[in-house]
């Protein structure tokens, strides 16, 4: 099945900066999707993207889908506390039978 | 609009038991899903329903039941409960209009001792 890569597991930045996550997939999909779970809760979406090369923010994030439609990136501008959390990638490619299809996440921390 | 509310947030379980988690959504979204969350395995598709009258297996449907009487309803059920069912359950919908953009409930966690 597809498969949606997102590494490194764990990232640890300094609170005020920039941070950049890649998914990568062998298949390509027509949408991408950015979602953060905040410890406790469930996954909310923060960006959503549906055209290669599309370039979306999103306050301090920005999200760009792959020209070959086969990854996308996240990046958080001037990181703050509150952007603890997991990060999940997720693709979609429409067709029968499809269903969303999540990377692993990337826990983030931020130091004070 | 609540969204998607999930019950319980938490549940203990002895092996073999058997229970229900509930989610219900007042959206009227078509398309609802149910997801089990493990450290490192990231989230993996239990089942889902495309609408009332209608479900299907995702990813790990073992050990898990569902059904869909109504389109607000879809209940997940653990008939014996197992230890490698310890798991952050969520349950998720969307219009399925093609915008595949899913709303998450805040999550049931199960333990089975």
């Known amino acids: 099945g597809q498969q949606l890569n997102q590494s490194p597991q764990s990232m640890f930045i300094q609170e005020g900066e920039d941070v950049s996550m890649n998914c990568t997939s062998s298949?390509?999909?027509?949408?991408w999707l950015w979602y953060k779970q905040d410890p406790g809760e469930g996954p909310v979406l923060l960006i959503a993207?549906?055209?290669?090369?599309e370039l979306t923010s999103n306050g301090r994030l920005t999200a760009q889908f792959g020209i070959t439609r086969k990854d996308s990136f996240l990046n958080i501008s001037a990181s703050i506390p509150s952007d603890v959390g997991i990060y999940f990638c997720?693709?979609?490619?429409?067709?029968?039978?499809?269903?969303?299809?999540f990377g692993k996440g990337i826990t983030l921390s931020v130091r004070p | 609009n609540a969204g998607v509310t999930q019950t319980p947030k938490f549940q203990v379980l002895k092996t073999g038991q058997s229970m229900t988690l509930q989610c219900a959504q007042d959206m009227n979204h078509e398309y609802m899903s149910w997801y089990r969350q493990d450290p490192g395995m990231g989230l993996r598709l239990i089942h889902y329903?495309?609408?009332?009258?209608?479900?299907d297996q995702g990813e790990v449907p073992n050990g898990y039941n569902v059904s869909r009487s109504t389109t607000e309803d879809f209940p997940l059920r653990l008939l014996s409960a197992a230890p490698s069912q310890t798991s952050v359950y969520f349950c998720?919908?969307?219009?399925?209009?093609?915008?595949?953009?899913?709303?998450f409930g805040a999550g049931s966690r199960l333990t089975v001792l």
């Open positions: 329903s495309v609408g009332a009258g209608i479900t």
């Open positions: 298949s390509i999909f027509n949408t």
């Open positions: 993207l549906y055209k290669a090369g």
């Open positions: 997720a693709g979609f490619y429409t067709g029968a039978n499809s269903k969303l299809t």
């Open positions: 998720a919908s969307n219009t399925g209009s093609g915008a595949n953009v899913l709303t």
